[in-house]
């Protein structure tokens, strides 16, 4: 029995698999051990009844058309990976409810008073067109900031090519470098963008977790530029099938795979790790190491306190892990017309300010932010004839599960499900309840048993002005604990999302094959 | 070119990096508390597997035994998994080398977990394995090796009607008795009315158990359905079978009502007949699992010209064999009758943790039993515990964790 490899990877999420896909096809002995029964983490799926749920994915903006392909489906082209993409040309509908007496308030859809109600369509042009229809005037600061999200790739690429030189980089893309030092906010105030109309454009926050005034305009605009040029796209067959495609790319490319195979200690020589106990009993060893478990769990639970790097320590108790989420999945036993959706992504808040709804959910069980999916809007036939499925997301902040006892947990997970059912319920002016065929709610505590996540979070750490992905990518190495094992998923330089889990993932795998190949 | 960003300015990267370090530098360096309130909650109501002895063992009727079973400190379970009434436990056991599992409901309260105690009812099985061993093995004393709660034969408020119709047969009396404790307890809010079916009063299990909740509690009612031709019908007894119109007395005519089910796989094919009658919306039906299914050459589609005896190689971390065994056992079957351990929870082909790559061959699986992922169809993986092999067989199996 083989016991030796030249890289073992640690977690079989999207981070891993990718990395595992890498360093497979490029001829490395290769080890992927998964805790679970099952690839992918968070790209998965479950059955209940007559439905298969997606767990996780809300939309991908990496995937794109095949002329106009994205990051997702160029990384599955190269590994050869083949999965069927739906695509869908609508990017998100923000409601915001008003109170009976709130004079900004009007009748919405379904006799519904709101705020806002903004359902907004794929397409630069498109999207800015429908937001100067909702607040007039916009139009022109919307296309400038899609202008400089343009701008931004170009610099990307002119980077990537290496070709270009530093001050002519400088003076071209001076723009860009300030779209990294600012936040959100202060850049669509400067491009003189409406209030109203920032409240709608900063809406996918929830997506990455920062809110407008901590997050930097360059990351966010690499996400929505995505989302708004390409649209959205999702799997056939939930995400299972993105992860099964990776898993099978492995076994043929001669890698190793190996299920309910959980990592309980990693061994050490010289200072550096060596090999891995999985199980709490075979030992396994290798060169280098791949790890897609998040730092704060994987260090103390693998690693002896005296074996962490200081610098290590500092990192995790130094930063503050990002969003949780409660999700509530839905197998109705009506259509999506029956119901009344028309929408695939509905996001609903009490407050139409994207800084307040952040503000809001702090280390708050429960309440006032809510995102509504209905699959059937991309993929029409994911579910029975006659059915729909739908899939509800809340988000919090901090360990909100403090003093929730197990006694109380089942209890506590009906009552999170009917306030975001309700919220739904209300927003849209339709009924979901008398139509629930199947049901499973999951809150922080789920996540964690998937995931292994601190607080279940699927999103890593905070992103932050002050750690945000520029800096993150710039001081990668800094970030790894040693120099043979390697950090990728979440926790790294691009935070939480399906793309950025892949990208760090193959970068990993890239440096492990160029040392190995180098014979270091 | 004029930038669009005019008034702010570049700031100065150096610094914001610096800045980034110097952040670190002032968090503490002590060790990581690598703990958090969901991952407690998470293992508290997880555990892998739970070490429990045997404290007492109570005789139901012939052949069916009460086993109570309390937290084995000594082997690391100090606490036991609390659960929601409806869960079942899967047991493992070692019978002449051979490693087996099999689920059974907790009959007992979620409250008496907490105060360490679970119920297991075990009904004899004709020519039955493990329930003849556990029968003939467990005493008080005797170790025993569960998984956390499973399943989800569990009542929602969110899902479910108000009241609920408890179709049960034999030893299906199982997960409503826990259910009925919860009502009792608070735990669960929602009336049960249990149509039980027995042979005749005698084999009658928790007769008085049952008698007693329904003094207890007003939300459960329970009506024994008695099959024995000689029996007689009075207060709180029915003859014969649980048929649509003896649903149809007993549940509320005014409102809607779910009718969950669990019993023999004989009494679902006549239930589910007697159910249609009275077209029920799907989502008010709820079925326990199936249990094992066996005997799949009696099936209608099963295809002609099967071998009776199949090779299959496995591989399991790391590790390569070839075994032999009959077509008419299922893949789980095979393995374990070779001294192999496979993962398993249900064996009813419902919670994918049996979950299997086959690299080659072919397999029947009962379509009622068909829960796999769409994914996993097309990607050639299976759920051992109901897939039948026609051909050899090459697969890798996940350790039994
Ligand atoms: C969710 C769930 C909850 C349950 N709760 C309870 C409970 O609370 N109490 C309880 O008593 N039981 C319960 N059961 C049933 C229990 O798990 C066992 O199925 C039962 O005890 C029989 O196990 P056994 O090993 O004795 O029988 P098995 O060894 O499984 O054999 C069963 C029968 O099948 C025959 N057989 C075996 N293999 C084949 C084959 N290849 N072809 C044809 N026939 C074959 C045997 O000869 C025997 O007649 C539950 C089951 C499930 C799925
Ligand atoms: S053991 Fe549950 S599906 Fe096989």
């Known amino acids: 029995m083989r016991n030796n490899y030249d890289v073992i990877v640690i977690g079989a999420g999207n981070g891993g698999l990718a990395a595992a896909a890498t360093c497979a096809k490029a001829g490395l002995k290769t080890l992927l051990l998964e805790k679970?029964?099952?690839?992918?983490?968070?790209?998965?799926?479950?059955?209940?009844?007559?439905?298969?749920?997606?767990?996780?994915?809300?939309?991908?903006?990496?995937?794109?058309?095949?002329?106009?392909?994205?990051?997702?489906?160029?990384?599955?082209?190269?590994?050869?990976?083949?999965?069927?993409?739906?695509?869908?040309?609508?990017?998100?509908?923000?409601?915001?409810?008003?109170?009976?007496?709130?004079?900004?308030?009007?009748?919405?859809?379904?006799?519904?008073?709101?705020?806002?109600?903004?359902?907004?369509?794929?397409?630069?042009?498109?999207?800015?067109?429908?937001?100067?229809?909702?607040?007039?005037?916009?139009?022109?600061?919307?296309?400038?900031?899609?202008?400089?999200?343009?701008?931004?790739?170009?610099?990307?690429?002119?980077?990537?090519?290496?070709?270009?030189?530093?001050?002519?980089?400088?003076?071209?893309?001076?723009?860009?470098?300030?779209?990294?030092?600012?936040?959100?906010?202060?850049?669509?105030?400067?491009?003189?963008?409406?209030?109203?109309?920032?409240?709608?454009?900063?809406?996918?926050?929830?997506?990455?977790?920062?809110?407008?005034?901590?997050?930097?305009?360059?990351?966010?605009?690499?996400?929505?530029?995505?989302?708004?040029?390409?649209?959205?796209?999702?799997?056939?067959?939930?995400?299972?099938?993105?992860?099964?495609?990776i898993d099978k790319v492995i076994r043929e490319a001669g890698g190793e795979i190996r299920?309910?195979?959980?990592?309980?200690?990693?061994?050490?020589?010289?200072?550096?790790?060596?090999?891995?106990?999985?199980?709490?009993?075979?030992?396994?060893?290798?060169?280098?190491?791949?790890?897609?478990?998040?730092?704060?769990?994987?260090?103390?639970?693998?690693?002896?306190?005296?074996?962490?790097?200081a610098d290590a320590r500092r990192k995790i108790n130094g930063r503050s892990v990002a969003a949780s989420l409660f999700t509530v999945y839905l197998g109705m036993n009506r259509t999506k017309e029956q119901l009344g959706i028309h929408n695939y992504s509905v996001f609903i808040s009490t407050a139409d300010d994207s800084d307040d709804q952040f503000r809001l959910v702090q280390g708050k069980m429960l309440g006032n932010y809510v995102i509504i999916n209905c699959l059937n809007e991309v993929i029409p036939d994911c579910s029975p004839e006659g059915t729909s499925m739908l899939f509800l997301t809340g988000i919090t902040y901090g360990d909100v599960m403090q003093g929730v006892r197990p006694e109380?947990?089942?209890?506590?997970?009906?009552?999170?499900?009917?306030?975001?059912?309700?919220?739904?319920?209300?927003?849209?002016?339709?009924?979901?309840?008398?139509?629930?065929?199947?049901?499973?709610?999951?809150?922080?505590?789920?996540?964690?048993?998937?995931?292994?996540?601190?607080?279940?979070?699927?999103?890593?750490?905070?992103?932050?002005?002050?750690?945000?992905?520029?800096?993150?990518?710039?001081?990668?190495?800094?970030?790894?604990?040693?120099?043979?094992?390697?950090?990728?998923?979440?926790?790294?330089?691009?935070?939480?999302?399906?793309?950025?889990?892949?990208?760090?993932?193959?970068?990993?795998?890239?440096?492990?094959?160029?040392?190995l190949k180098e014979g270091k | 070119m004029a930038g669009l960003l005019n008034n702010l300015k570049i700031r100065d990267y150096i610094t914001i990096l610096a800045n980034r370090q110097k952040q670190f530098g002032l968090a503490d360096d002590s060790a990581p508390a690598g703990t958090d309130a969901s991952r407690a909650l998470a293992r508290a109501l997880h555990p892998n597997r739970q070490y429990l002895k045997v404290a007492a063992v109570t005789e139901r009727a012939e052949d069916v035994k009460s086993f109570t079973l309390v937290p084995d400190p000594e082997r690391g379970t100090k606490e036991l998994a609390y659960f929601g009434a409806g869960k079942y436990l899967t047991v493992f056991a070692e019978i002449d080398g051979q490693p087996v599992t099999r689920a059974y409901s907790i009959s007992s309260s979620p409250k008496a977990s907490?105060?360490?105690?679970y119920e297991l009812t075990v009904k004899l099985v004709d020519g039955g394995l493990v329930s003849r061993y556990i029968l003939d093995n467990w005493q008080e004393g005797t170790p025993v090796e569960v998984s956390a709660p499973e399943g989800n034969f569990e009542y929602q408020p969110l899902r479910d009607a108000k009241t609920v119709i408890?179709?049960?047969?034999?030893?299906?009396?199982?997960?409503?008795?826990?259910?009925?404790?919860?009502?009792?307890?608070?735990?669960?809010?929602?009336?049960?009315?249990?149509?039980?079916?027995?042979?005749?009063?005698?084999?009658?299990?928790?007769?008085?158990?049952?008698?007693?909740?329904?003094?207890?509690?007003?939300?459960?009612?329970?009506?024994?359905?008695?099959s024995d031709s000689r029996a007689k019908a009075s207060e709180g007894f029915e003859k014969g079978f649980i048929t649509a119109d003896l649903i149809k007395k007993y549940a509320p005519a005014d409102k809607p009502y779910s009718v969950f089910l669990c019993g023999p796989q004989q009494m679902y094919a006549f239930a589910d007949k007697e159910l249609e009658k009275l077209g029920l919306e799907r989502k008010y039906i709820r079925h326990e699992m199936f249990g094992e299914f066996h005997n799949p050459a009696a099936a209608p589609d099963y295809p002609a010209g099967v071998p009776e005896t199949v090779k299959i190689t496995v591989t399991q971390a790391g590790e390569t064999r070839t075994v032999e065994g009959a077509s008419n056992d299922s893949v789980l079957q095979i393995l374990e009758k070779n001294g192999i351990a496979a993962p398993a929870r249900c064996r009813s082909g419902e919670c994918g943790w049996c979950r299997s790559l086959m690299v080659s061959g072919k397999v029947y699986i009962p379509p009622h039993l068909e829960y796999r992922r769409l994914a996993d169809r097309q990607f050639g993986y299976i759920h051992p515990c109901c897939s039948f092999p026609l051909t050899d067989l090459v697969l890798d199996v996940p350790e039994a964790k």
């Not at chain 1, 649209?231 to 995400?239: C, D, E, K, N, T």
């Not at chain 1, 094992?485 to 939480?496: I, K, M, V, Y």
């Open chain 2, 114 to 117: 907490l105060e360490g105690r």
């Open chain 1, 408 to 515: 109380d947990y089942k209890k506590l997970k009906t009552k999170i499900a009917d306030e975001m059912i309700t919220q739904c319920e209300k927003a849209l002016g339709i009924d979901i309840k008398p139509y629930i065929e199947e049901i499973e709610i999951a809150l922080p505590p789920t996540f964690s048993r998937y995931l292994n996540t601190p607080n279940g979070s699927p999103y890593g750490y905070q992103l932050d002005l002050w750690d945000s992905m520029l800096s993150r990518t710039i001081q990668y190495n800094k970030d790894q604990p040693f120099d043979n094992f390697l950090f990728c998923g979440a926790s790294q330089e691009r935070g939480d999302g399906y793309g950025c889990a892949y990208y760090t993932g193959k970068k990993a795998a890239g440096l492990v094959i160029k040392k």
């Open chain 1, 259 to 309: 299920y309910n195979s959980e990592v309980t200690r990693v061994l050490m020589q010289n200072g550096k790790p060596c090999g891995v106990v999985v199980n709490g009993k075979t030992k396994l060893f290798a060169k280098q190491f791949i790890c897609n478990v998040h730092p704060n769990f994987a260090m103390p639970d693998f690693f002896r306190p005296a074996q962490i790097p």
């Open chain 2, 166 to 226: 408890g179709l049960a047969g034999g030893s299906g009396i199982t997960p409503f008795l826990s259910m009925a404790q919860a009502i009792r307890d608070g735990d669960e809010d929602f009336e049960l009315i249990l149509l039980y079916g027995s042979r005749n009063k005698k084999s009658i299990l928790f007769a008085k158990e049952l008698a007693q909740l329904e003094k207890d509690c007003e939300k459960f009612k329970v009506i024994h359905v008695l």
């Open chain 1, 36 to 245: 679970h029964n099952l690839p992918g983490g968070s790209a998965s799926s479950f059955v209940r009844g007559r439905f298969e749920f997606e767990p996780s994915l809300h939309e991908l903006c990496g995937v794109g058309t095949p002329d106009n392909p994205g990051d997702i489906a160029k990384t599955f082209d190269e590994l050869g990976a083949k999965v069927d993409w739906y695509s869908h040309d609508e990017t998100y509908r923000l409601i915001v409810p008003a109170e009976e007496d709130d004079p900004e308030g009007f009748e919405g859809e379904n006799g519904v008073r709101v705020k806002i109600d903004a359902a907004m369509p794929a397409g630069f042009e498109a999207f800015s067109r429908k937001l100067d229809s909702i607040v007039p005037g916009s139009y022109e600061s919307s296309m400038k900031v899609f202008h400089l999200s343009t701008l931004m790739y170009e610099a990307f690429d002119d980077l990537n090519s290496g070709k270009i030189n530093p001050v002519k980089f400088l003076t071209k893309y001076g723009d860009v470098f300030k779209m990294a030092g600012h936040t959100v906010r202060e850049c669509l105030d400067e491009l003189g963008m409406p209030k109203k109309a920032q409240n709608i454009f900063t809406a996918y926050w929830c997506y990455m977790g920062a809110p407008p005034m901590r997050f930097d305009f360059l990351y966010y605009m690499a996400m929505m530029h995505g989302y708004v040029e390409r649209g959205a796209s999702m799997p056939h067959l939930r995400s299972n099938e993105m992860s099964c495609a």
